[in-house]
């Protein structure tokens, strides 16, 4: 198994479990265990948690579950032939079966280069401790990008008593993830707590001294900060599939069953392109690649199980807790909004009678329930999904 994710970790505790005998290796390139990546943006920079207190493969780690663990192996080829993979050190490791779980990377501006002076990319707990370290040195924060990572790290500056402006250059803040209802809520609770969102700004260039940074928007604004955080969408590292001769596509391209061109290889998580319900699709969040690593790892051991899922995401910013579940429609299907009380919000994608989607903030019970009417295929009663006093489970209960 090549990486430290979710998809990594859960491919080989599933393979291990599948076949007791087998020797199950995991590498990866950074030096500690595995650890869970969604608090790098809101704990750990709050200094609340701390990467280690939350490892993928629970308490005890993945020895725990009799999976090797080899640190600081960067995978720089394989060699099909031979089916061995070899390390930046120069040692080798033979296999009979191989799960890529390769991950994503942080997508670069270059006017914002990685290493660059008060320059700060968050996708490594190394990445999260120096921007920790760097925020309890500030007063002004600079966000470029208007996605999730961008405004959790937006709110978790907040919390700390910095002042945060956030740069976008779509029209909204979360045009990819939710709708225009739903980004209206979360943006008010951004300016209730002071920060300064600009939507509609491309960045032009920037410049570092030895007391602040300096952003000039394209349309020649100038704003300076202590530092900038860049949360401009990530990648899928497939660098090494692809010089295997892998079939790659802006991803790892794999079957329903998680195997790649080579049927010894098999991929899954953020790298990976994969039939979908309108098409090949990657998805990009901790419930498809926990999921998809799993079934990759128990069919890697020998398994022939297809990869089914209906995807879903959270995210924590203030007090609202932001999460939506399932298959949005390629076009915008018709849309039902369910009216909830306070900041609470919750909203329905209906197509052929059925629930595809569901986005909610502060409605985690009715979303679990969401969920269900998705993988069942329920017919809807559209009404009654609309009205807040007719409890959602009462839609599961009436198919019973």
């Known amino acids: 198994m090549i990486g430290g994710g979710p998809a990594g970790v859960f491919a080989a505790i599933e393979a291990k479990r599948a076949d007791a005998n087998a020797q199950v290796l995991l590498l990866t390139d950074e030096a500690c265990e595995p650890y869970e990546k969604p608090p790098l943006s809101k704990t750990v920079l709050t200094g609340k948690a701390l990467p280690e207190q939350a490892l993928v493969a629970g308490q005890g780690g993945l020895v725990a579950h009799n999976v090797v663990l080899e640190q600081t192996a960067l995978c720089t080829a394989i060699n099909r032939i031979k089916r061995e993979v070899v390390t930046a050190s120069g040692h080798s490791h033979c296999y009979d079966a191989l799960v890529l779980a390769t991950g994503s990377l942080v997508r670069e501006l270059p006017q914002l280069p990685p290493g660059a002076p008060r320059v700060h990319y968050l996708r490594t707990e190394a990445d999260a401790r120096a921007l920790a370290s760097a925020l309890r040195q500030s007063r002004q924060l600079i966000v470029v990008g208007g996605g999730l990572i961008g405004l ?25 993830v939710c709708d225009e209802e739903t980004s209206t809520i979360i943006a008010d609770e951004h300016r209730r707590h002071g920060v300064n969102l600009r939507t509609g700004t491309a960045i032009g260039r920037a410049q570092a001294n030895t007391s602040d940074i300096t952003v000039t928007a394209a349309s020649g604004e100038t704003l300076a900060a202590d530092l900038v955080v860049v949360g401009a969408g990530v990648k899928p590292n497939d660098a090494l599939a692809t010089a295997a001769g892998l079939a790659t596509d802006n991803g790892i391209i794999v079957d329903a069953y998680c195997r790649t061109s080579d049927p010894a290889i098999f991929a899954a998580g953020d790298a990976v392109q994969f039939p979908g319900p309108h098409g090949s699709v990657r998805l990009e969040n901790w419930r498809h690649a926990l999921d998809q690593g799993a079934v990759a790892g128990r069919n890697a051991a020998g398994g022939t199980e297809i990869y089914r899922t209906v995807p879903s995401f959270w995210s924590e910013q203030y007090d609202l807790y932001i999460q939506g579940v399932g298959w949005p429609q390629p076009a915008p299907g018709e849309r039902i909004r369910r009216p909830l009380k306070g900041k ?11 629930l595809v989607y ?8 009715d979303l679990a329930v969401a969920r269900r009417l998705i993988e069942r295929r329920v017919p809807i009663d559209k009404a009654a999904l609309a009205d807040p006093d007719r409890p959602l489970a009462s839609l599961l209960k009436a198919t019973t």
């Open 152 to 176: 959790e790290a937006a709110a978790s500056a907040t919390e700390l008593g910095i002042k945060a402006t956030v740069l976008e250059i779509a029209p909204r803040i979360l045009g990819r």
């Open 344 to 354: 609470s919000s919750l909203t329905f994608e209906i197509a052929a009678g059925v």
């Open 358 to 365: 569901a986005m909610g903030i502060n409605a985690q019970r």
